[in-house]
């Protein structure tokens, strides 16, 4: 399978843990994207990466939250501290080049996080 | 500030008939109109993406236009199928890299 691949699917926590997840993004790509919807919300943009840099964190909580895309290896959404309100699905998306018109995002399965 | 806003939230229908679901977006300055589906746990799957110069795509049973100046979206379904349940996502894309949702259209189709 050549898609946008998360993991875990599901990750448990508890408050003032630390929360990891992994997005590897569809092969050819170089631009990683995490969105994270809330339960009866839409998606919400957060943070958009290419290799080894940190494009537009815009949507990103400025504490707790961070995120990397290493030369090698998978981006990493990293929540720190974890609080119930972290409780959401996690959606990373990818694509080849910087979007244009006519270029989709390729999202992955996401991670549904719940913290007890 | 750049909304996405869909139309209704709910939807039931008996199989068979046509339906239309709304997509309404505040800045106009968008790159594509994407149209994703959702199946509950599922991630995103891709139906249809309108360039901001199109004014329609179509694919099967499926059918989006795109409305810039007015900053609407539609996406018609003819002859809904029980298989076409999910929730339907529009988003546009805002400055090369950020898609803005809508809040989804959850659709159930009954035989």
């Known amino acids: 399978n050549a898609g946008v691949m998360q993991n875990p699917r599901h990750l448990v926590r508890r408050r003032g843990q630390e929360a990891r997840l992994r997005c590897s993004p569809m092969?050819?790509?170089?631009?990683v994207y995490w969105y994270r919807q809330l339960p009866e919300e839409g998606l919400k943009f957060m943070v958009y990466?290419?290799?080894?840099?940190?494009?537009?964190e815009s949507g990103m909580p400025k504490e707790r939250f961070s995120a990397e895309f290493p030369k090698e290896g998978p981006s990493i959404l990293r929540i720190q501290q974890v609080v119930r309100g972290d409780s959401a699905a996690y959606f990373c998306?990818?694509?080849?080049?910087?979007?244009?018109?006519?270029?989709?995002?390729?999202f992955g399965d996401g991670t549904r996080l719940s913290i007890l | 500030k750049q909304e996405v806003t869909q139309i209704p939230a709910a939807l039931s229908v008996p199989e068979g008939e046509n339906l239309v679901l709304n997509c309404s977006f505040t800045?106009?300055?968008?790159?594509?109109l994407q149209w994703f589906r959702q199946d509950p746990g599922k991630g995103l799957t891709s139906l249809l993406l309108i360039q901001s110069s199109q004014r329609e795509q179509t694919s099967g049973r499926l059918n989006a236009s795109l409305d810039k100046s007015s900053g609407r979206s539609t996406l018609y379904i003819a002859a809904s199928q029980p298989g076409d349940s999910a929730t339907y996502l529009c988003?546009?894309?805002?400055?090369?890299?950020?898609?803005?949702f809508g809040t989804g259209t959850r659709l159930q189709v009954f035989p």
């Open positions: 800045d106009s300055a968008i790159y594509n």
């Open positions: 988003a546009g894309l805002y400055n090369t890299d950020k898609l803005i």
């Open positions: 092969k050819g790509h170089s631009h």
């Open positions: 990466l290419q290799k080894e840099n940190i494009i537009d």
């Open positions: 998306a990818s694509s080849p080049i910087l979007l244009s018109g006519n270029q989709p995002q390729h």
